[in-house]
């Protein structure tokens, strides 16, 4: 199974303005708290926290988490039970975009593709295709990299778009098949 490389990009402290740079109290580290900032935090896992020393293996018990869960609460998604229906017989041209939670680029491209919805409403339909929960669907439409964004006319493929790409790409694909 091959697997998926993904880019993170993380502000600088210097370019939050509403970050206290004040070290954490009780750290023997150099440790930066961003009072304000809610994007990305380190977050102790189980075994960790039963690891009460600043070993390595403490630190190693830690992940990143991202805060910005709903970012999918827009556009509907679809799955193999609906897919059929929604998106193959659709009298709309559909776009659908391919994701995963995980996805960094694919949380980046969500306000966009929310955004092309609303945009388009009446004339285009949007769904979101999970492919950690769908992979049979990815498999299908040869989706090797995430996100990826197909627009379907007839049931059938007619554009894709791979990566977090700027609105104004998507607009120009899009309004070729309207």
Known sequence: MA???????VP????ITSVSLAPVAGSRRNSVRFSDFRGLKNQLTRSSAKVRSSSKLARRGSRIVCEAQDTAV???GVNDSTWKSNVLESE??????FWAPWCGPCRMIHPVID????QYTGKLKCY??????????ASEYGIRSIPTVIIF????????????VPESTLT???????
Do not use: W
């Open 3 to 9: 697997g998926v490389l993904e880019t993170l990009t």
């Open 12 to 15: 600088r402290a210097s370019a």
């Open 74 to 76: 827009e556009v509907p």
């Open 92 to 97: 709309l041209p559909v776009l659908v975009e």
């Open 115 to 118: 955004k092309l919805a609303k």
């Open 128 to 137: 979101k295709v999970n492919t950690d929960e769908s992979p049979k669907i």
């Open 153 to 164: 006319k007839n049931g059938e493929k007619k554009d894709a778009i791979i990566g977090a």
């Open 172 to 178: 120009t694909s899009i309004e070729k098949f309207l």
